[in-house]
């Protein structure tokens, strides 16, 4: 079955943007969900489809894909954006759920 | 605002069957996707499974020899079986509420808090 592969880490200065990628076969024909997950809590939806966020979710996110690899960036970082951040995709063969591997945002 | 409570037990013995209900408030069960999705200590998510509110169910191809999931829309509520479990089952599991938005791809938009449940004798 598909895969999505994330970096495991990655660090921003505090104001300045990152963008968290996430690269796998079932990206060209569905785009990723993205979720944000805090120590000790479940995940939240950031992004959704093309560019969506859900209500409550500020502006700061936003949400990009090309070809096998979807992107999430974070422009004008906070410091409660530090987080878990998970891709998430439908197997394009079975409609199985998939998940990335999970990026561990530091902000510094 | 839809809320999903786990409950079950927290510790259950290697070779026996885990078993978790999320019971769903605040909203009906009815037109959409029901998961559950498990995250080892330290670790990342993992789905296991999804059932539709008609019952339709598709399995994680890695845990489907060992899962059973069922619905019960007149309590609101969603079950998950694990069998033959092992330390490595050792994880917090969540429920969530899935839809397909126009995008086609999933989107679990309410979860519950989540349950650790340990593998241990």
């Known amino acids: 079955s598909s895969e999505l592969t994330q970096d495991p880490a990655l660090s921003v200065a505090l104001g300045q943007t990152v963008k968290i990628t996430c690269q796998g076969d079932?990206?060209?024909?569905?785009?990723a969900t993205w979720y944000q997950q805090k120590p000790g809590q479940a995940p939240v939806v950031v992004m959704y489809g093309r560019n969506s966020r859900p209500s409550g979710i500020p502006d700061r996110f936003s949400g990009s894909s090309s070809g096998n690899t979807a992107s999430l960036t974070i422009t004008g970082t906070q410091a409660e954006d530090e987080a878990d951040y998970y891709c998430?995709?439908?197997?394009?063969?079975?409609?199985?759920?998939?998940f990335g591997g999970g990026t561990k945002l530091t902000v510094l | 605002q839809v809320q999903l409570q786990e409950s079950g037990p927290g510790l259950v013995k290697p070779s026996e069957t885990l078993s978790l209900t999320c019971t769903v408030s605040?909203?009906?069960?009815?037109?959409?996707?029901w998961s559950w999705i498990r995250q080892p200590p330290g670790q990342g998510l993992e789905w296991i499974a999804y059932i539709y509110y008609n019952g339709y169910t598709n399995y994680n191809p890695s845990l489907k020899s060992r899962v059973t999931m069922s619905v019960d829309t007149s309590k609101n509520q969603f079950s998950l079986k694990l069998s033959s479990v092992t330390a490595a089952d050792t994880a917090v599991y969540f429920c969530?509420?899935?839809?397909?938005?126009?995008?086609?791809?999933?989107?679990?938009?309410?979860w519950g808090q989540g349950t650790l449940v340990t593998v241990s004798s």
């Open positions: 969530a509420r899935g839809r397909i938005p126009a995008s086609g791809s999933y989107m679990h938009d309410s």
């Open positions: 079932s990206l060209r024909t569905y785009y």
């Open positions: 605040g909203g009906s069960i009815s037109d959409y996707y």
């Open positions: 998430s995709s439908r197997d394009i063969s079975d409609n199985h759920v998939l």
